[in-house]
T-cell receptor
Framework: TQLLEQSPQFLSIQEGENLTVYCNSS?????LQWYRQEPGEGPVLLVT?????EVKKLKRLTFQFGDARKDSSLHITAAQPGDTGLYLC??????????????FGQGTILTVHP | GAGVSQSPRYKVAKRGQDVALRCDPI?????LFWYQQALGQGPEFLTY????????KSGLPSDRFFAERPEGSVSTLKIQRTQQEDSAVYLC?????????FGQGTRLTVV
């Protein structure tokens, strides 16, 4: 069974603080994706990382893929209330599975207070 | 349509009732996936289609769950004799190559 361990599960912070969410696995993935999901909506893709050691930036969000392609992190700088939501990491292509078959972490519920 | 469309958005079923959930993928998307998401958790894979072929159904929790995509476009997830543990949000996603686009989901509540 492939498992993606995501931490922390809950994060409650004040506006302007920085935070990091971690996603770890014992499996090697072809790619790892980060999604944000708001209540009543489906997950929306934020970024895909493919190469070990890769770092991608999306405005105040920085995503990193571990060298061994087993782990990833999401760092948010100067969080804003609009960042509130469920953040999900998902791995694709582990163990020869269908590329689009995603294994999701359990998610991090982020609340940013004004 | 512009995105993945799922219907109904909400479904309340009495225990033992059969339900059918519909997914309209983005036009031209070859791959279609169904996921089940419990409250506050990440989605869990159910099944995968490439065109009309169901290539992976390893995530379907029991033989009460059945999915089809007869013409390689619209897909239906059917759950027979629903039970309370089937209550969840059922998400459909479609993709052309790598990026998966999700619908808003169907929230199923079994009472």
């Amino acid at each position: 069974t492939q498992l993606l361990e995501q931490s922390p599960q809950f994060l409650s912070i004040q506006e302007g603080e920085n935070l990091t969410v971690y996603c770890n696995s014992s499996s090697v993935f072809s790619s790892l994706q980060w999604y944000r999901q708001e209540p009543g909506e489906g997950p929306v893709l934020l970024v895909t990382v493919v190469t070990g050691g890769e770092v991608k930036k999306l405005k105040r969000l920085t995503f990193q893929f571990g060298d061994a392609r087993k782990d990833s992190s999401l760092h948010i700088t100067a969080a804003q209330p609009g960042d509130t939501g469920l953040y999900l990491c998902a791995g694709a292509g582990a163990g020869g599975t269908s590329y689009g078959k995603l294994t999701f972490g359990q998610g991090t519920i982020l609340t940013v207070h004004p | 349509g512009a995105g993945v469309s799922q219907s109904p958005r909400y479904k309340v079923a009495k225990r033992g009732q059969d339900v059918a959930l519909r997914c309209d993928p983005i036009s031209g998307h070859v791959s279609l996936f169904w996921y089940q998401q419990a409250l506050g958790q990440g989605p869990e894979f159910l099944t995968y289609f490439q065109n009309e072929a169901q290539l992976d159904k390893s995530g379907l929790p029991s033989d009460r769950f059945f999915a089809e995509r007869p013409e390689g476009s619209v897909s239906t997830l059917k759950i027979q004799r629903t039970q309370q543990e089937d209550s969840a949000v059922y998400l459909c996603a479609s993709s052309l190559i790598t990026e998966a686009f999700f619908g808003q989901g169907t929230r199923l509540t079994v009472v």
